[in-house]
């Protein structure tokens, strides 16, 4: 062999090594590279609030968050309901989302522009035009969402902020659990893995132990207590029970939404009034007050005293867990009615729907 091939090989060789050692250290720094992508940021003091939580209901699903990220626009936002709050999702049987906004979202950084989309198992929003940062907190809501049909049954909305109108680019993510009720008693149970709720509504509800729903029992109310007429001389009354714990940092509140006192012809007049007064015996009246018991419960004015009051056909706040977890509350409601001697005669009815809502 010639010197000048000997040394062709020679180099070939050198040459050889070095593809192979660069080969080497490329790969090396795309797998550094894979290793700092970023994760999405935790939403804080979320919460879900459900117009009602009767199974197969069209409802309305009130959204309330802080996002973490507010240096970039939101352009798209989602809310996957599941079966658990980890893991592989499963949609919620029964369930089914909605194409429409009760109004524009607030604190998204855009007040206008903003659109429902659908896709199974999720609500959705978008807008691709928003060039504005976010900031504050985040409210939105859909009207026409169907809750899952199981009763008792916890679920969870899944939510994500992205910073493509696409659903592409996460920014936030958290979760929210809610529950469906047994639809005869408006007893919202247990919600369970992660985030916890569990609540209930009965004629009368007992703590046993931890446990705020121990014993439930009856399914409706009678005014008074014995049976007996509506009386022009005294104040009628009779009470129900509400049990709740949950391990949100912010706390729960329970509302009540309750239809006209009625006997089909004639309602009942609102004498105690929405701001709450005292018997007055005689006069044909009809509302409310509680009492709470357990470390943190406590009862919203006008209804924590003696005086009674009631506001008809309107979502009202009675009850919360003073801005904090609860393991243990209960709380008895108390409802009294006065009569005037002209009062229609007839059996009256009023139907409440009590809702808890947790904020984790």
Known sequence: MSRREILIAHYTSLIKGFISRASVVAMVLMLLGMS????????????????????????????????????????????????????????PTGWSGSVTLTGQPTGFGCAAGWTAASLAGYLELADASCATNPSGSQTVSFSAVTNPSPTNTAFYMRMTTYSGSGYT?????????????????????????????????????????????????????????????????SISTNTSGMGASTNAGSGLVITYNAGQFTNGSHNFANGFGSGG??????????????????????????????????????????ANSGGAAIATGDWTVTYGANVAPTT???AYTSTFIYVCTPTF
């Open 36 to 91: 700092g992508v970023a994760q999405a940021a935790q939403i804080t003091s979320r919460s879900l609030t459900l117009g009602v939580s009767t199974p197969s209901a069209s409802t309305t699903y009130a959204f309330a968050f802080t996002i973490a990220t507010t240096g970039t626009p939101i352009k798209s936002f989602q809310a996957q309901a599941c079966t658990t709050a980890i893991g592989t999702c499963t949609t």
């Open 169 to 233: 680019g996460v920014l936030d993510t958290g979760n929210v659990a809610a529950s469906t009720d047994d639809a005869t008693t408006d007893l919202p149970v247990t919600a369970t893995v992660a985030e916890f709720l569990q609540f209930c509504v009965g004629a009368t509800v007992t703590a046993s132990g931890a446990n705020p729903c121990g014993t439930v029992t009856g399914t409706s109310v009678t005014v008074p207590a014995s049976g007996n007429p509506l009386s022009t001389s």
């Open 277 to 318: 007064s005292a018997s007055s015996t005689g006069t044909e009246e009809f509302g409310l007050n509680a009492t709470a018991s357990g470390t943190g419960a406590a009862v919203a004015s006008p209804y924590n005293g003696t005086n009674y009051a009631w506001n008809p056909a309107t979502t009202t706040n009675i």
């Open 344 to 346: 229609p005669y007839g």
